[in-house]
């Protein structure tokens, strides 16, 4: 029950969420039980699909994420991650401190073995009603190229389990659609993506200019640097803020709403984590709990272990 | 007489720019001087304000640009930088070949002494109608901190001789606000930008992220390493295209049209040298030549000198 307007936002987004569940999913609620029964308006709590499990301690904004997951034993977060953990819940969902949430999944989660990096990634709603996953969108600013050659296998892994693209077009973001072109880094990834396609590891389709990143033309999956990928996130955000402040509106920049996605998942973990911006809305929590069960109910864990455990 | 569409476009954008040129300023074209005069419908050529100098080769956008520039002695690009470097023309602009342009620059022109890289720079109009700065887009893909911080004093000089921005803000394009974030480029180069900052060398304000590149709220000039400026750049031009094609108009929509600005300046090097892009339209030439007629009469190139030779 994190985020910067819980417990009322998340329970209201819990039961817009209900009506969507599919037939034997179970959502369970982490949090302080009387505010979250104060918080309900709509009988959540009551509702024979859901489980509450009470946690007395928050891990606030301020607080330092290790040192946070380390002594509030008893926040939802942390209670969440024992209950991921255990295999009580098949994927685990916060609008909280992000910090605290990454420390779950590198600690209580732990990375898949043969990943080098996990990521965190953004699907993208492009102009033709497609989805573009972008990663990585911020966990490592600094990447190897044998770390992006990796993220083409993630990123197309969760592109098919997950969005439900069949074959995703897996490309490396670029400043030129040539192989030579780029900065040391891409230069060196290329050869390297070339070869996982070659390998069948994905279908790698070369360069992708930021352009024709949201046209949906050339690629499904892209593939960056967390510097980069953040970078070009945040510049869309803001470029699409500025417009829909002018009242700009359309298919194409709703779209673009980050509630429409509601989440983040990090990737190439032992779990199904889904990672809420803080200042979720109701609409953004709703679409963050679907998410959470529609990335759990597939293989997409045991198909990155298929794919690393090699 | 460069470009996709030359002679023609080139021809009808002159015969725009003349409407707007300053008292005293001549305007010479470079070019096949029969192609200029079939071209010529508005009697551009017979402008006392004109004058032509023939050229009889073309370096085309296939051409090696080393080559090219080596060999293609009597082409448009290579006779505009001899005048250039001569002193017969205070300013030069093409939108023919990039590669044999950033050849001229580096080899006839030369990069200002003290200059760790030159960098190519973008103005973007904000939301607010003011200009910001965007360096490097695309000249150095990687960057070493020192390189950045410089790009802090070039960018604030040519956004105060040819923007007229009093005091220009500068910040560090990153992926947070706090000082502590980023890449290892950024968390190197910001402490550089700092002491810059309290030198007096430009007035630095800190980091900004992509998501308030446009409000223009926080920076006039954004300092980044070339792959994330062009990349952020083709970005923006890429939803912006996407918009325009769904028939999103408005003022912010028109000052991100890149016809707007007509081309990229090269900055740190001896001379004011103008790039345009090689599909520019008429509007495009006619702002080229615009912006390359007020560099060259601000003092933007003796403030570089100033500025790194001590």
């Known amino acids: ?79 969440g991650f024992r209950h991921l953990c255990s295999g009580d819940i098949a994927g685990f969902a916060s609008a909280g401190s992000t910090g ?18 996990p990521a965190i990634a953004t699907a993208l709603r492009t102009v033709r009603g497609s989805d573009v996953l972008l990663l990585d969108v911020g966990l490592n600013a600094d990447c190897k190229p044998e770390v992006l050659a990796q993220y083409g296998t993630i990123g197309s892994i969760y592109a098919r389990t997950t969005l439900g693209i069949e074959r995703p077009r897996v490309a490396l973001l670029n400043i030129g659609e040539e192989p030579e072109k780029g900065n040391l880094l891409t230069k060196a990834t290329f050869p390297l993506m070339e070869q996982c396609g070659a390998a069948g590891a994905y279908d790698f389709v070369g360069n992708i200019e930021g352009k024709h990143l949201l046209s949906g033309e050339v690629a499904d ?21 500025i417009l829909q402040l002018q009242g700009v509106e359309g298919t194409f920049m709703e779209g673009l709403n980050y509630e429409r996605v509601g989440g983040t998942p990090v990737l190439g973990i032992n779990s199904t984590v889904i990672i809420g911006h803080g200042c979720s809305s109701v609409l953004a929590v709703t679409n963050m709990i679907r998410l959470t069960e529609r990335a759990a109910r597939t293989d997409m864990v045991s198909q990155f272990k298929q794919a690393f455990n090699h």
Chains 1, 2 share one sequence.
């Open 100 to 117: 605290a949430m990454m420390v779950g999944c590198m600690q209580a989660v732990g990375q898949i073995e043969g990943v080098i990096r």
């Open 221 to 241: 999956v892209v593939v960056c640097d967390g510097f980069s990928g953040n970078t070009l996130l945040k510049t869309i955000e803001g470029f699409h803020r």
């Open 1 to 79: 029950m994190g985020g910067d307007f819980a417990p009322q936002v998340t329970v209201e987004g819990a039961h817009a969420a209900l009506a969507h569940l599919s037939p034997g999913t179970t959502l369970v609620l982490f949090g302080d039980r009387s505010a979250l029964a104060a918080a309900d308006r709509w009988g959540v709590l009551d509702d024979p699909r859901v489980e509450t499990v009470h946690t007395a301690e928050v891990i606030a904004m301020g607080d330092h994420p290790v040192k946070a997951f380390a002594q509030k034993s008893d926040s939802s977060i942390v209670v």
